[in-house]
T-cell receptor
Framework: DAGVIQSPRHEVTEMGQEVTLRCKPI?????LFWYRQTMMRGLELLIY????????DSGMPEDRFSAKMPNASFSTLKIQPSEPRDSAVYFC????????????FGDGTRLSIL | EDKVVQSPLSLVVHEGDTVTLNCSYE??????LLWYKQEKKAPTFLFML????IEKKSGRLSSILDKKELFSILNITATQTGDSAIYLC???????????FGTGTRLTIIP
């Protein structure tokens, strides 16, 4: 079975550039989560969707961050403009949200903003 | 705000030893506690616990939840070098589906 697929695996870009991270959840899963992981703060939830609708975006750091889920099989997390402090590993996870089910994580995007 | 505290922060043991990792939590309207193992990439799911006192077991790994004292432990017996990883504890509540993670325990197994 294909797991959660994220792209790109690595992204290195200069400060001020727009960054778009992509996620394809596991087929049939109806909840999707974006996390950010840093050494200082660990894994933090940024936003999550249920049935393509954003439910909780309280973890989104500021207006420079936005996320969309145009359909059940695709989501993007965009940072514009990017800053060095955005450097982190960004994970996407999905789950079948109807029952108590664990979240399954993608391999992450390692983002470096120079 | 939900809170998860893991201890120890890091642990180094010899192959064959038994280790116990701790996770305590403060959650409004607790639903479940989950353990994940993270090596180089994605956290991989180990256990989900919802009821007190019922041990979940998978090979050399086992976990149990105490909802009265608000903690869980993860035991690994006869450790192997492949057990070296960061072990993450997370909780959910009935208000939403999001996971609140602890900072993890970094476990290193020396051959």
């Amino acid at each position: 079975d294909a797991g959660v697929i994220q792209s790109p695996r690595h992204e290195v870009t200069e400060m001020g550039q727009e960054v778009t991270l992509r996620c394809k959840p596991i087929s049939g899963h109806n909840s999707l989560f974006w996390y950010r992981q840093t050494m200082m703060r660990g894994l933090e939830l940024l936003i999550y969707f249920n049935n393509n609708v954003p439910i909780d975006d309280s973890g989104m750091p500021e207006d420079r961050f936005s996320a969309k889920m145009p359909n059940a099989s695709f989501s993007t997390l965009k940072i514009q403009p990017s800053e060095p402090r955005d450097s982190a590993v960004y994970f996407c996870a999905s789950t079948l949200g109807v029952l108590v089910q664990p979240q399954h994580f993608g391999d992450g995007t390692r983002l470096s903003i120079l | 705000e939900d809170k998860v505290v893991q201890s120890p922060l890091s642990l180094v043991v010899h192959e064959g030893d038994t280790v116990t990792l701790n996770c305590s939590y403060e959650v409004t309207n607790f639903r479940s506690l989950l353990w994940y193992k993270q090596e180089k990439k994605a956290p991989t799911f180990l256990f989900m616990l919802t009821s007190s006192g019922i041990e979940k077991k998978s090979g050399r790994l086992s976990s149990i939840l105490d909802k009265k004292e608000l903690f869980s432990i993860l035991n690994i017996t006869a450790t192997q070098t492949g057990d070296s990883a960061i072990y993450l504890c997370a909780v959910t509540n009935f208000g939403n589906e999001k996971l609140t993670f602890g900072t993890g325990t970094r476990l290193t197994i020396i051959p």
